[in-house]
DNA sequence: TTGTAAGCGTTATCAA
DNA sequence: TTGATAACGCTTACAA
């Protein structure tokens, strides 16, 4: 049986609340002395605390958990290591928990575990929550945030980049590069991400007066084979003369096919991906960019969930900006 | 205030202990049709679970915790996805704690977490313990495993690969495809993977009478940028004919400075990588390996844990192998 | 098959 | 500045 607060009690020869005050750290409620004392007896037992006991008897625990997607992409990490930057300094533990893809039953769970242990905040990354979980997560009454997942109105606050503005960007440089003939790839159609990134492409072309054919569009789900299949759709002389691409493996996945099609990239085709993480900069070419500020994601929603005044969170997009590399070309 | 257990208990008009037994299914202690009243009722009521009160009064959780390093490598997604892979059948929860780089602070605040929260099992995936976590680990009696690290007897019960199978098979390989003067990229040399892989190395020039010039040793941590600098400092015309990097993104590196400097790969320089993963192949040219299977090595490490006949749990090698892509060639 | 009541290891209230 | 003692929400003997 594990060292208690009682057994610490008892060896140093003081009430459970004198332990407990001092070990949790209730300044100016204890001598200095007796909290020397009750600290090293408590050393010397080996005493660690519980906190399970301690949040169900404090009601509160200083746990965020951060519920993602097992996506293929990979700015998650840079997400998560935002939220523990600022986690950390605030002294709150984070337990993170996959939800899988679009997998309703590990969603649940997920959201179930952590309304369980009643955490003190929820950062939802990279995920479109099913009615569901969404539901019994308001109800739970867990302050709770999305990240990188603007989303309709209702569904709460959320921090992430203007996808609109995105697709519309992208697309912008492009034609300002002189493209006409535009691919848009690995879009899922049926995601809110998705639908926006499509219709910035759309306004943008629209603005310069240029036709959208809809054979361009190859839906996906931002993966390297999504990239390899659409370019495979567009085949070995394409129409298009650029590809934006949703992420940057599927540019990859562009990219390669279109070597394998003997094409050269950017000389004779120009790609351009979203998301700007580090593979960018280690693929050869390096692959211009609409860039997101994911660590600056992680950091903002985390730091919303820590605001105590009560105030509820404010909803907003962080900057994007695009980098050029070389995968891209004036034409 | 949330519905607890005893809100449930007046409604339906049983007792708390009744309530609890159908709650948590122990069949055969109640009869199916007060079951069915009491659930229809708890979930009218919105009642959710608190599962610290219930693992604080039985002793018990079913959360299983993986401790991980924040590497910049990229195998631990796997390693996670095997994890889930188990622990979603058997019904655990399982929450992950990053631990940061070698950062001791971070980690004893990982490994205090969990024992805090008393989980049933804790991974340590890619993570080298300090000693003062290691130890409280131990007295803390909660079984754990190290995945992907394979350590001195006295650390604990591992699941890994061979790292010096890993270093031995990787020169062999080279060496029997007509390469003499092999390079070692990006290897820790304070840590235990680092010098099993080394010494797998030398071992294996040693059985062919090929002598090892220290010049072609280069340290690092597994980064992109290990690769880089590594491969600046072969320069131009590299002595070395083959180069062994010590993770995927290593190897990325290597190439692509070798590319710079206008070296064909694999055509004047043969890079091979350890790990395996998908970078291997949607990188070009793709990239020989030393593969690991990480999937399983999670699954395996979580199913040890789980495994609850109370023998201690087994140490173990999984399987490398060599695949061939096209980063290396014939000399 | 169900209920009563004693914990689980803390914190929090109140009195001393 | 400290100590009793009642919660917290649940599980689990033991009794009925």
Redesign the interface.
């Known amino acids: 049986m594990r060292v208690t607060i009682k057994d610490v009690a008892q060896a140093a020869n003081v009430s459970v609340s004198t332990v407990s005050r001092v070990l949790s750290n209730k300044e100016n409620f204890f001598a200095s002395k007796t909290a020397d004392h009750v600290r090293k007896v408590a050393a010397d037992l080996?005493y660690?605390?519980?906190?399970?006991?301690a949040?169900?008897a404090s009601h509160q625990?200083d746990v965020l958990a951060v519920v993602i997607s097992?996506t293929k992409s990979?700015f998650a990490?840079e997400i998560?290591?935002g939220i523990?930057d600022v986690a950390?300094k605030n002294g709150n533990?984070?337990?993170?928990?996959?939800a899988g893809e679009n997998n309703p039953t590990?969603q649940d769970?997920a959201i179930?575990?952590v309304?369980?242990?009643?955490v003190m905040g929820v950062l939802i990354v990279a995920l479109e929550l099913g009615d569901e979980s969404l539901s019994?997560l308001k109800?739970?009454g867990i302050p709770h945030i999305f990240l990188s997942t603007a989303a309709k109105e209702n569904l709460g606050p959320f921090i992430a980049s203007d996808d609109h503005a995105i697709g519309y960007e992208a697309t912008k440089y492009l034609i300002e590069h002189g493209h006409h003939k535009i691919g848009l790839v690995g879009m899922d159609e049926q995601s809110f991400v998705g639908t926006q990134r499509m219709t910035g492409y759309r306004e943008a072309m629209a603005e310069y007066g240029l036709a959208v054919n809809e054979d361009w569009l190859v839906p996906g789900y931002f993966t390297?084979e999504d990239g390899e299949t659409a370019m495979a759709h567009f085949g070995k002389q394409p129409e298009v003369t650029a590809i934006i691409a949703n992420s940057d493996?599927t540019a990859?996945?562009v990219i390669?096919q279109a070597?394998d099609y003997g094409l050269e990239v950017p000389a004779q085709l120009s790609v351009m991906s979203i998301d700007g993480t580090?593979l960018t900069r280690?693929?050869?070419p390096t692959i211009t960019s609409v860039t997101q500020d994911f660590f600056q994601i992680g950091r903002a929603g985390c730091a919303a969930l820590l605001n105590d005044d009560n105030e509820p969170i404010q909803s907003k997009f962080l900057p994007i900006k695009i980098v050029e590399r070389n995968s891209t070309r004036q034409l």
Do not use: C
């Open positions: 080996g660690q605390r519980n906190a399970y006991a949040d169900l625990s097992a990979n990490d998560i290591a523990h950390t533990s984070v337990m993170i928990l996959y590990l769970k179930k575990t309304i369980e242990r009643d019994s109800t739970s390297f493996l990859i996945g390669d070597r580090k280690i693929f050869r």
